[in-house]
Every structure is written in structure tokens, then in C-alpha cells.
């Protein structure tokens, strides 16, 4: 199903942590379109922030036809997004990417920072044996979500006060943390760390990258990955993020 360009409602949003907020979107068609690991792109109304801003899907529901996004303050776009209320409108295009590939396997969900927030709709979505593991910096979010959905979940931190004192890798050392396929979203120290540790043990894994993005349907280049083989399209090897992806098997890409 291809992408649709929508205005939707502000259903809710709240903040959830320092400069972290939860937005609830009615959002028809992209709710009902979307799934795991996707993402949207929402548009500004001030003029002089042109490109979209790209924010994972953290949840979809489609009976409601709604999406929620948590998302991080870090510039005068998601600056502007933070100051939604009740029944305001935004313009929203989606659903775009590839999402997860959902396997009936015993799953590691790895989430790290604002990568934290699209393994709450993965966790929902997989039926299946899995084990969550989120690193966080220092302040925790999503934790009562989390909790909600079937599975064990570990957690590592910066300043080590809460869970294990570390990095995610630490965590699933430290607590034994065992399966047979990753899925995994977060910065890409984070993700090429797991992606060698993956390899070192024979475990598939599926990454979603983060990166900026401007057009967001694979048109400008803007966002592009080294990858092990040629690109249709470019012609390199490269994979263009927000249309090859976001989310690759670890053996497509190489950090």
C-alpha cells in the first residue's frame, strides 16, 4: 500500500520525560495501512521549516484508526510538534518504509534511546516467545508500556540506576538473555555492536537505522547507508534508508 498524504487530529499528546513526548494521532488510512517498524513524516506549519520530520510509529491502532509517536525535542521542528493540543491538525504522510519482518522465532527486541519507542508496537505485533531489552542514558520512558505486553524485559543504563550499568549488550550478558532472532533499533554504535555480536553467534537480526532524512520515499539520496551489495537505484553500495528501509537484515548493511 503506498504512502497517503493526510491531515490529522491531535488526539492527545503528553510529555513523558524531559524533552520526550507522546503524541496521539487520528490518522485513518495510515493507522489502518501501518505496521511495525514503519514511520510517518509530519510537516510544519511554520514556513521557513520546509522538510518534513521523520518519527517512528510507536503504536497503531487500527480499530480506532489512530497512531501514537514519542519522539525527542531536539530541534525548532519537533520543537513546534511539542506544542499540539486536543483537536489541532497536522499534516501527516504515511505509512512509509519497509517495517519488521515478523518471524515465529524466539525474539531478542532490542531498543536503545529514542529507538526505544517503535519496539512497543513490535512487541504487540510478534506472537511469539521474546525477550525486550531497552538501554537507556539516564532518565527511563515507556517502562508501564512495556510491562503491559507479554515478555520479559532488562534494562541497562548510562548511570546504571535502573537495571544493569551499561550498554544493551551488557544487559543480555548480564541476565543470560537468550533467542534465536533480533530485532533492534537505536543509534548506530548501538546497532553495529549488535549486529557483530549477531554474527559472533549465528543469530539473525533485522536493524532499523536512524537517520535524517528529507524526502522521505527514496527520491533525493539525502539518506543513504554503505551496504554489501549494489543498489538498484543509485547504482553504489548504498541503501537509501527511508525507502530500503528502515529496517535491514544485518547482512545487508555494513557500518
Known sequence: MSATKITARVVRQDQ???DIYSLILEAGAVAV???AGQFV??????GSNLLPRP????EIDK???TI???YRVVGKGTEEFSKLKENDKIDVMGPLGNGFNLKAKRAILIGGGIGIPPM???AKELKCEKNIVLGFRDETFLLNDFNRIDGDVYIASEDGKTGVQGTVLDAIREYDVKGDIIYACGPTPMLKAIREYAFENYMEAQLSLEEKMACGIGACLACVCNSTDVDDH???KNKRICKDGPVFDAGEVDF
Open 68 to 70: 501514537r509517536l514519542v
Open 63 to 65: 480499530d480506532k484508526g
Open 16 to 18: 513523558i520525560a524531559t
Open 41 to 46: 513524516s509530519l510537516y510544519c506549519k511554520e
Open 33 to 35: 495501512n501501518a505496521k
Open 234 to 236: 543509485s547504482h553504489v
Open 55 to 58: 518519527i517512528s510509529l510507536c
Open 120 to 122: 512497543l508496537e513490535l
